[in-house]
């Protein structure tokens, strides 16, 4: 009996062991994605990777406030431009320049609202409405000047290297589109759930990656668009269509009966691979 219950309590620990392993690698692979919006702060505050906030001079004294973030590593980083939603500059799109620091990349936010919001100040003035209305008022050549300039700043950092990339969402997704269009020496481009531009596809030379909710035909209707101005043989448009998935899944993984996480375990690590492909690898 003494034999049999040492066996059993053998098995027991051994189970205990199995069941902390595998509880140990599922926490490993929800950190390897983004949180969703509901858990971005508790992300952030959990995060051993340096993040501040910066101010930088985007020409002419227009001073633009910016989330940086930085990888643990012991080599330069290629540099990614975060754009943020309609929403303006929240905890979520600063969790997710965390997670590209997490996957290796300087990542910095700038929050394209400064100098909008209440008394000059930018995003953290406004609530969700008036952003989203100040979003709707901004220039294009002035966001393109400030994420240009998000750019300089970036990868003048002595921890980085020359190489940058944008990745956008919703309106930061158009954004990142037409950024683009208008800065030659972006190196990689990639859309969540943003809208083709109207004209000047043609002119880009920076790859592009589209990711994207099958059940958001609004945005998805100008895929064809893009894949026909950007069929030449220096371009490169790689559009990606997650069945059933909402707009801004990546924001609202628990959204559509699980179509929008299973967007986001899809659309993430193909962000990443396809930095690593264009800005270099970045471990």
């Known amino acids: 009996m003494q034999a049999l219950t ?5 098995i027991s620990i051994g189970l205990g062991t199995v069941l902390a392993l595998f509880g140990a690698e599922s926490a490993a692979a929800a950190q390897a994605l983004p949180p969703d919006a509901e858990g971005a702060l508790a992300r952030l505050d959990a995060s051993p990777r340096h993040g501040e906030w910066v101010t930088y001079d985007a020409g002419g004294g227009d001073m633009v406030r910016a989330w940086v973030t930085y990888p643990e590593r012991s080599d330069p980083a290629p540099v990614v431009v975060v754009i ?13 320049a965390d ?17 909008a919001g209440t ?18 008022t901004l220039d294009r050549a002035d966001v ?22 944008a990745v956008g969402y919703c309106w930061g997704g158009s954004t990142s589109f037409l950024f683009a269009v208008d800065f030659a020496d972006l190196d990689a481009a990639v859309v969540y759930y943003g809208g083709a531009p109207e004209d000047g596809l043609g002119d880009i030379r920076a790859p592009v990656l589209g990711l994207y909710g099958g059940d958001d035909n609004r945005v998805n209707s100008s895929i064809p668009r893009a894949e026909q101005a950007m069929s030449g043989p220096r371009q ?17 993984q628990s959204g559509k009966d699980g179509a929008n996480m299973r967007a986001t375990s899809q659309a993430w690590p193909l ?8 800005l270099g690898d970045s471990n």
């Open 236 to 252: 490169s448009f790689e559009p990606h269509i997650f069945d059933g998935a909402g707009h801004g899944f990546l924001r609202a």
């Open 271 to 278: 962000t990443i691979d396809f930095f690593r492909t264009h």
């Open 99 to 115: 997670q590209l620091s997490a996957d290796g990349f300087i990542a910095i936010a700038p929050d394209l609202l400064s100098g």
């Open 119 to 136: 008394g000059g100040g930018g995003s953290e003035t406004l609530d969700q409405q008036a952003s989203v209305a100040a979003i709707q």
């Open 6 to 10: 040492k066996h059993i309590l053998r």
């Open 84 to 96: 943020h939603e309609i929403f303006g500059m929240t905890d979520w799109v600063r969790s997710v």
């Open 144 to 165: 393109n000047r400030r994420l240009r300039a998000a750019a300089a700043y970036g990868t003048a950092l002595p921890s980085a290297t020359d190489r940058v990339g």
